[in-house]
């Protein structure tokens, strides 16, 4: 299977910026569309936003819009998440997940992905 690693998380002041990187591997490992989910202590898993396969477009959640932003490089196979302006409400345990699209950008529900990382852990102070 494609196996998913992100990278990056860590604990910050509000405000502040942070970059969070996944990478793939594995044979389909740049061949679909590829999003970011977040889960907060107690709360179910949140969708952030999404990138289609050759990283020509993005969608976002309205909580992120603005702050957020994705990219991907497929010939390293990694996509990025370059988060400024950071609020404790970002506070949550941040996934990367790849989509069974291509270019789908409105398939956002947690069903719509098939491989999922294990998460990196995001603190942001108040």
């Known amino acids: 299977q494609v196996q998913l690693t992100e990278s990056g998380g860590g604990s910050v002041q509000a405000g502040a910026s942070l970059r969070l990187s996944c990478s793939a591997s594995g044979p389909t490992a740049s061949d679909f569309a590829m999003g970011w989910f977040r889960q907060a202590p107690g709360q179910g898993r949140e969708f952030v936003g999404m990138?289609?396969?050759?990283?020509?477009?993005?969608v976002y959640a309205d909580a992120v819009k603005g702050r957020f932003t994705i990219s991907r490089d497929n010939a390293k196979n990694t996509m990025d998440l370059e988060m400024t302006a950071l609020k404790p409400g970002d506070t949550a345990v941040y996934f990367c997940a790849q989509s069974r699209y291509l270019n789908n950008l409105w398939a956002t529900t947690e069903s719509d992905f098939d491989y999922w990382g294990q998460g990196t852990q995001v603190i942001v102070s108040s």
């Open positions: 990138i289609n396969r050759i990283g020509s477009r993005t």
